[in-house]
């Protein structure tokens, strides 16, 4: 019996075996599955996101550059002629995985600003915006998951539109010179966890914002010029931000 037994604990060791294997190859196919679905649903939305903005603004107004968001490390700027992934994978699944917008400015010709003193040599800022981006273009702006370089001075981007951008986790870079933010703006900006440089200038951001900036000790450089932020605010901000340039 033992002999017969023998023969049998192995066939069944071997199933057991097999069954493990199995169940292991499932679960590794369907989580390698749905990361290449939701990378290719995240490409597709920002490809609409794209046209819609192209659409929106006129392709003669942007300079975009492309990188590999799979090396997120990498600089972007070499990447401006990177033609993405194999085209047998382009092919089969109808888009590029290996190639996505990082660095995106939006031009906004036509735009005038005066600009004036009022209370206690408070900065007054009066813009006439003819064009640039909207809070719907702004909203498609934030589908943009993998931008690192966000350049909009001199639009009329405003509060509600910055906070479409709270999500865009690998943003280092913001300009929003010469825009219509204000305080309340900062709100969202302090939700970017890669920021290193921001660019406020020439808007209506007050001291009521240093509580809030003097939380951004990642930042490198910080332009303020001609804002409503005080001598004093300044000095606060220097004071929090040590190891920040701060341009005022």
């Known amino acids: 019996m033992t002999a017969e037994a023998t023969p049998q604990k192995k066939r069944r060791w071997m199933l057991r075996f097999g069954l493990r294997a199995f169940l292991l190859f499932v679960a590794v196919a369907s989580v390698g599955a749905g990361f290449l679905l939701r990378n290719v649903h995240r490409v597709r939305q920002e490809e ?3 046209a819609a903005l192209i659409e929106s603004q006129g392709e003669n107004h942007f300079n975009m550059l492309y990188s590999n968001p799979f090396d997120m490390e990498a600089d972007p700027l070499p990447s401006m002629f990177d033609e993405g992934g194999p085209a047998w994978l382009r092919e089969r699944l109808g888009v590029d995985l290996y190639r996505t917008v990082t660095f995106l400015r939006i031009y906004a010709p036509g735009n005038s600003f005066s600009y004036g003193v009022v209370g206690e040599g408070l900065i007054d800022i009066k813009a006439t915006y003819k064009t640039g981006v909207s ?3 702004m909203k498609l ?3 943009l998951s993998q931008l ?3 350049y909009l001075d001199a639009h009329p981007a405003n509060d509600d539109g ?3 951008l709270r999500k865009l986790e690998h943003l280092e870079t913001l300009h929003l010179g ?3 933010i204000t305080d309340a703006a900062v709100s969202t900006i302090v939700q970017l966890p890669a920021l290193t440089s921001l660019d406020i200038s020439r808007t209506h951001v007050s001291d009521a914002a240093i509580e809030q900036l003097s939380t951004m000790t990642q930042l490198q450089t910080l332009n303020i010029t001609m804002t409503r932020i005080s001598e004093d605010g300044l000095q ?3 004071k929090a931000l040590p190891n920040c340039e701060i341009e005022k």
């Open 178 to 180: 010469q825009t219509a």
């Open 48 to 50: 609409q996101a794209l």
């Open 148 to 150: 690192r370089y966000l």
């Open 141 to 143: 702006v934030g589908r």
């Open 135 to 137: 809070v719907e273009d």
């Open 162 to 164: 910055v906070a479409y």
């Open 236 to 238: 606060r901000l220097t």
